[in-house]
T-cell receptor
Framework: AQKVTQAQTEISVVEKEDVTLDCVYE???????LFWYKQPPSGELVFLIR????DEQNEISGRYSWNFQKSTSSFNFTITASQVVDSAVYFCALSEAYNNRKLIWGLGTSLAVNP | ETGVTQTPRHLVMGMTNKKSLKCEQHLGHNAMYWYKQSAKKPLELMFVYSLEERVENNSVPSRFSPECPNSSHLFLHLHTLQPEDSALYLC??????????????FGQGTRLTVV
């Protein structure tokens, strides 16, 4: 069965701290896609990254970085030097190649960055 | 500013009312989606339209009726809802077909309360 687990329900940090959001996934498919989305208080889900299963290179975009490890079925997201504007709910999601319209979502991690 | 606009942002309706949610995308995408977001549950994909044809209906009760008159507009018609239908309803769009799941762009959602 396909599943995405975000074990951390809520995280609270102080500004400028680094924080890592965990994502563990399950799938039987060999080709799949992983996503991270951010949902700020305004409600819309904002796309952050898409990674396919054949590309295990880590990615860095400004203060954001992603660590994809197929050996542990994890796709973790790190925010370096967090800021108050990073406060949001972050969702990890999985899409399989055979049904690429359907995203399987985690329950999300609520991140609060305090000044 | 999002390329996907949803109206209304908030809606309170009685169980015998009929109302409609509207979604408009300005991104030139050819696929549109309705999602339901409830507390402590993963996002639920309700309907998918591709090139104005409904291609997925994930066992959604008939009291929810989608309509896609053109590739830029998507409606969700509601009638005789139940209190458990109270949730955030999110519309999204994406470009397809593609080699894999392309990222979806989301609206800010309609917060629906059924009383």
């Amino acid at each position: 069965a396909q599943k995405v687990t975000q074990a951390q329900t809520e995280i609270s940090v102080v500004e400028k701290e680094d924080v890592t959001l965990d994502c563990v996934y399950e799938t039987r498919d060999t080709t799949y896609y992983l996503f991270w989305y951010k949902q700020p208080p305004s409600g819309e889900l904002v796309f952050l990254i898409r990674r396919n299963s054949f590309d295990e290179q880590n990615e860095i975009s400004g203060r954001y970085s992603w660590n994809f490890q197929k050996s542990t079925s994890s796709f973790n997201f790190t925010i370096t030097a967090s800021q108050v504007v990073d406060s949001a709910v972050y969702f990890c999601a999985l899409s399989e190649a055979y049904n690429n319209r359907k995203l399987i979502w985690g329950l999300g991690t609520s991140l609060a960055v305090n000044p | 500013e999002t390329g996907v606009t949803q109206t209304p942002r908030h809606l309170v309706m009685g169980m015998t009312n009929k109302k409609s949610l509207k979604c408009e995308q300005h991104l030139g995408h050819n696929a549109m989606y309705w999602y339901k977001q409830s507390a402590k549950k993963p996002l639920e994909l309700m309907f998918v339209y591709s090139l104005e044809e409904r291609v997925e209906n994930n066992s959604v009760p008939s009291r929810f009726s989608p309509e896609c008159p053109n590739s830029s507009h998507l409606f969700l018609h509601l009638h005789t809802l139940q209190p458990e239908d109270s949730a955030l309803y999110l519309c999204a769009s994406s470009q397809e077909p593609g080699p894999g799941q392309t990222e979806a762009f989301f609206g800010q959602g309609t917060r629906l309360t059924v009383v």
